[in-house]
């Protein structure tokens, strides 16, 4: 029989990243819970913070997903960030999107300062602020599309054409909705802890790219900084990579009906959703991405923290994407660490709320905002 690679995104998300099972027969890979291998393994491993089989079948799962030829694996979104910073030098500029998340930017500012690498800031949701790019002629320009909280669409295949270096953290769109390296981008990077893992039981981060000299920068920097996961952590996340499609379908579908509903409520200042026509960018975000994922932010009229103690289904919580819905207040919780000028400069006010829908029967979810308000 001819063996064709299959080309269905959940068919490979279901068949990539089986392999290591022996004569056991097992369907489904063990955890190779080793810190080291024997010397001279045909397969080549030696220490498990330069390798270990469940990260190899995570890696191989994701680089299929993400349309990418390599992929490279971390302990957390932060982990993969700071391999690709950490891949940078003193001296070198990252242009990145004013409304990064939030970790990010105080890493840039915090950290990664400190030892000269330097980050400049604009709003690149507005083509017109793009020459500021072509100005400074950085070594890297950071986009995050949709961005956290305000879920700004970023044009990805406009911005890599300016023909500078492009990482996309394409955390809240997962590559089932977006493929970042498709639309001219040199890295996807992905907190994997969100979306692509999907049920909140751990962290992990992921970095894709086409380019060898970029995979081997993100090769050295797993082992060298040590920013492996755990090989359960890789194994669970490969579980979770066979739902994606699956989810995100289910995340879409019951943001999309909250979004409309929320639009019409007295109560609610504005709604922001990519796939609803209100959204400033929404015609690209409909190019980009094939979904509208499944998080909504809106500005709410009234006290904020009382409505979200009031939410039984939305549970107060940082992180996203997981299965369970859970809603969030940036300004005290994932942008404590913005300064408040810098956040309201941003559209980052006092009453943003940020819902992580999750797959629940939408109608109970709508319920629950209903009372709530
Ligand atoms: C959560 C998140 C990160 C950081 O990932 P961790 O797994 O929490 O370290 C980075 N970028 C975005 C957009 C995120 O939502």
């Given at each position: 029989m001819?063996?064709?690679?299959?080309?269905?995104?959940?068919?490979?998300?279901?068949?990539?990243?089986?392999?290591?099972?022996?004569?056991?027969?097992a369907?489904m890979?063990?955890?190779?819970?080793?810190?080291?291998?024997?010397?001279g393994?045909?397969?080549?491993?030696?220490y498990?913070?330069?390798?270990?089989?469940?990260?190899?079948?995570?890696e191989?799962?994701?680089a299929?997903?993400?349309?990418?030829?390599?992929?490279?694996?971390?302990?957390?979104g932060?982990?993969?960030?700071t391999?690709?910073?950490?891949?940078?030098k003193?001296g070198?500029l990252?242009?990145?999107?004013?409304?990064?998340?939030g970790?990010?930017?105080?890493?840039?500012?915090?950290?990664?300062?400190k030892?000269g690498?330097?980050a400049?800031?604009?709003?690149?949701?507005?083509?017109?602020n793009?020459?500021?790019?072509s100005?400074?002629?950085?070594?890297?320009?950071?986009?995050?599309s949709?961005?956290?909280?305000?879920?700004?669409?970023?044009d990805?295949?406009?911005?890599?054409?300016?023909?500078?270096?492009?990482?996309?953290d394409?955390?809240?769109?997962?590559?089932?909705?977006q493929?970042?390296?498709?639309l001219?981008a040199?890295?996807?990077?992905?907190?994997?802890?969100?979306?692509v893992?999907?049920h909140?039981?751990?962290?992990?981060?992921?970095?894709?790219?086409?380019?060898?000299?970029?995979?081997k920068?993100?090769?050295?920097?797993?082992?060298?900084?040590?920013?492996?996961?755990s090989?359960?952590?890789?194994w669970?996340?490969?579980?979770?990579?066979?739902?994606?499609?699956?989810?995100m379908?289910?995340?879409?579908?019951?943001?999309?009906?909250l979004a409309?509903?929320?639009?019409k409520?007295?109560?609610?200042?504005?709604?922001?959703?990519?796939?609803?026509?209100s959204h400033?960018?929404?015609?690209?975000?409909?190019?980009?991405?094939?979904?509208?994922?499944?998080?909504?932010?809106?500005?709410?009229?009234?006290?904020?923290l009382?409505?979200?103690?009031?939410?039984?289904?939305?549970?107060?919580?940082?992180?996203?994407?997981?299965v369970?819905?859970?809603?969030?207040?940036p300004?005290?919780?994932?942008?404590?660490?913005?300064?408040?000028?810098?956040r309201?400069?941003?559209?980052?006010?006092?009453?943003?709320?940020?819902?992580?829908?999750g797959?629940?029967?939408v109608?109970?979810?709508?319920a629950?905002?209903?009372?709530?308000?």
């Amino acid at each position: 029989m001819k063996k064709n690679k299959p080309t269905g995104f959940t068919t490979r998300a279901v068949h990539e990243g089986r392999g290591y099972v022996g004569s056991t027969g097992a369907v489904m890979p063990p955890v190779y819970l080793t810190s080291t291998f024997a010397q001279g393994n045909p397969d080549g491993f030696d220490y498990t913070r330069s390798g270990n089989p469940n990260f190899r079948l995570l890696e191989q799962s994701a680089a299929t997903l993400e349309g990418a030829a390599y992929a490279t694996c971390f302990a957390s979104g932060v982990s993969a960030i700071t391999a690709v910073v950490t891949s940078l030098k003193s001296g070198d500029l990252v242009f990145a999107e004013e409304n990064i998340y939030g970790c990010t930017y105080r890493m840039f500012e915090r950290v990664f300062g400190k030892f000269g690498v330097r980050a400049q800031y604009a709003d690149l949701s507005r083509p017109e602020n793009w020459d500021q790019i072509s100005a400074a002629k950085p070594t890297l320009v950071w986009l995050e599309s949709p961005t956290n909280p305000l879920l700004k669409i970023l044009d990805i295949a406009g911005i890599s054409q300016l023909g500078f270096p492009v990482v996309v953290d394409n955390t809240f769109a997962s590559p089932y909705l977006q493929r970042p390296l498709a639309l001219g981008a040199t890295l996807s990077l992905s907190s994997t802890t969100k979306y692509v893992n999907g049920h909140s039981d751990c962290l992990g981060g992921l970095v894709a790219t086409n380019d060898l000299t970029w995979h081997k920068r993100m090769v050295f920097a797993q082992k060298a900084l040590g920013l492996q996961p755990s090989p359960f952590d890789a194994w669970l996340t490969t579980r979770g990579q066979r739902t994606l499609a699956l989810r995100m379908e289910r995340h879409c579908a019951n943001a999309l009906a909250l979004a409309a509903w929320l639009e019409k409520q007295p109560r609610v200042k504005w709604v922001r959703y990519p796939f609803l026509p209100s959204h400033p960018q929404h015609t690209l975000a409909k190019r980009q991405m094939s979904g509208g994922s499944g998080i909504i932010t809106i500005e709410l009229d009234g006290d904020v923290l009382a409505f979200c103690r009031k939410l039984q289904l939305f549970t107060l919580a940082e992180s996203l994407g997981g299965v369970e819905s859970l809603v969030c207040h940036p300004a005290t919780m994932t942008h404590a660490g913005v300064p408040k000028p810098v956040r309201e400069a941003v559209g980052i006010t006092d009453n943003v709320v940020r819902f992580s829908v999750g797959i629940e029967d939408v109608a109970d979810l709508l319920a629950d905002i209903e009372q709530a308000l």
